[in-house]
């Protein structure tokens, strides 16, 4: 693969042990959450591994990314819960996606998909229960008197809310959902209306709320090897999880610079001695972090090589230090155990690992491996 100037390596089997981790710490379905190309990992190879590591079910937020799924041959269990009004809902029925109910105007026009198309469409009612996002909140009790009338053209497969606080230990917030959580399952329960798979749980919830399992838990971030807070559940490593992406990148070019050369645009770089910079061939359009400052930057044979100056678009500088041996043509690990992690990128640019991964551009071909 030397050909490319920067790629990704995705790690499949850690992939793999993660779910297998997760799975070994609940009696609950997995469903595996592969919105956003798999969070930057790639949509049809997470799945596939996914499936065959004991996840039971996959999932998106768009209804493309569902049919993307099925179009490459998954035949499985998908729920797809971010479909606005105006999705081709008949395509949806046809290709047997799973589809979330969030209000009555999404309601309606799955009701009307299901008439056109002569197929019962499988749903999953959203309740917000604290996100204040998605889901049922002051159109849940219209909703149910609607659901009297129609509940016999639905097959109600799914009952699920999503937490807001999952992450914080010290906070009693998800235990706040959940109670009001099966309220509303109480409420549709009374009108003879039994959900098979009642869910809630995210990676935070499927690690730090044993209680919230239920019969199904969506993984996401976990499943990719990261930790869905390090500040308050600790990174990858506390938590028994190993990253599955790694990220390469291949110097354009060595150069030594003395003493005080500015680097970069609006020279925010400056070196503090006689050195030796690595031009390296990624910058922001390929998902770098433009804000990113010098606690990341790329290693090189384990050596860490600190950012220095801004991130340009498709490149980026790195003090390599005066008696580095790297040489042009060379690659350096931009994510990666020998080097820096999403983790130390995200907290270089005041965001998140999630945020880290998916923003990977599609630009950079993915390697898979096991
Ligand atoms: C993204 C998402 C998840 C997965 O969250 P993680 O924190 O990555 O585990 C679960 N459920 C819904 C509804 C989501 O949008």
Same mark, same amino acid.
Not at 79 to 100: M, N, Y
Not at 232 to 248: D, N, T
């Given at each position: ?10 790690? $499949? ?21 592969v ?15 996914? $499936?065959?590591? @004991? +996840? &039971? ?8 990314e ?11 269990s ?18 047997k ?28 009612i ?14 849940? *009790?219209?909703?149910? $008197? ?13 009952f699920? &809310?999503?937490? +807001? ?17 099966? #309220? ?24 730090a ?64 001695? *006689?050195?030796? $910079? ?18 990341? @930057? ?12 801004? #991130? ?12 580095? &041996?790297?040489? +042009?043509?060379?690659?350096?690990t931009?994510? @990666?155990?020998?080097?820096?992690? +999403? ?5 270089a ?22």
């Amino acid at each position: 693969m030397s050909e490319h100037r920067a790629y990704v390596e995705i790690d $499949l089997t850690a992939v793999e042990e993660n779910i297998r981790t997760i799975a070994s710490n609940t009696d609950a379905q997995i469903l595996a959450v592969v919105k956003a190309d798999a969070y930057g990992h790639g949509l049809v190879e997470v799945a596939r591994t996914a $499936l065959a590591s @004991g +996840a &039971t079910w996959l999932g998106t937020a768009l209804l493309e990314e569902a049919l993307q799924l099925r179009a490459f041959g998954l035949s499985g269990s998908i729920l797809a819960w971010l479909t606005p009004p105006g999705d081709d809902f008949d395509e949806a029925l046809r290709e047997k996606i799973d589809i979330s109910i969030s209000s009555l105007a999404i309601l309606e026009e799955i009701l009307a998909a299901g008439e056109r198309t002569g197929i019962t469409p499988r749903v999953h009612i959203e309740v917000d229960t604290g996100m204040t996002r998605g889901g049922f909140l002051e159109e849940w *009790d219209p909703f149910l $008197l609607r659901l009297q009338e129609v509940k016999d053209s639905l097959h109600i497969v799914g009952f699920w &809310t999503h937490f +807001a606080r999952a992450d914080e230990p010290d906070s009693d917030f998800t235990d706040q959902q959940l109670i009001l959580f099966n #309220v509303l399952l109480n409420s549709l329960q009374s009108q003879g209306i039994y959900p098979e798979i009642i869910h809630a749980a995210n990676s935070a919830g499927a690690i730090a709320h044993p209680g919230s399992h239920k019969q199904m838990i969506r993984l996401g971030i976990a499943m990719y090897g990261l930790s869905p807070d390090v500040g308050h559940m600790g990174g990858s490593e506390k938590l028994g999880l190993r990253p599955a992406m790694s990220i390469k990148a291949k110097l354009v070019n060595v150069k030594s610079v003395p003493a005080l050369s500015r680097v970069g645009y609006g020279g925010m770089g400056v070196t503090d001695m *006689d050195t030796k $910079l690595g031009i390296v061939c990624m910058g922001y359009s390929d998902g770098l972090p433009r804000r990113a400052d010098a606690t990341a @930057g790329v290693s090189y044979k384990g050596e860490l090589a600190r950012l220095i100056g801004r #991130v340009s678009m498709d490149q980026c500088v790195v003090d390599l230090g005066p008696d580095s &041996t790297a040489l +042009a043509g060379e690659y350096v690990t931009v994510i @990666g155990e020998d080097g820096f992690s +999403a983790d130390d990128w995200a907290s270089a640019a005041g965001t998140i690992n999630y945020e880290i991964t998916t923003r990977i551009a599609s630009r950079l071909p993915r390697i898979y491996h096991r």
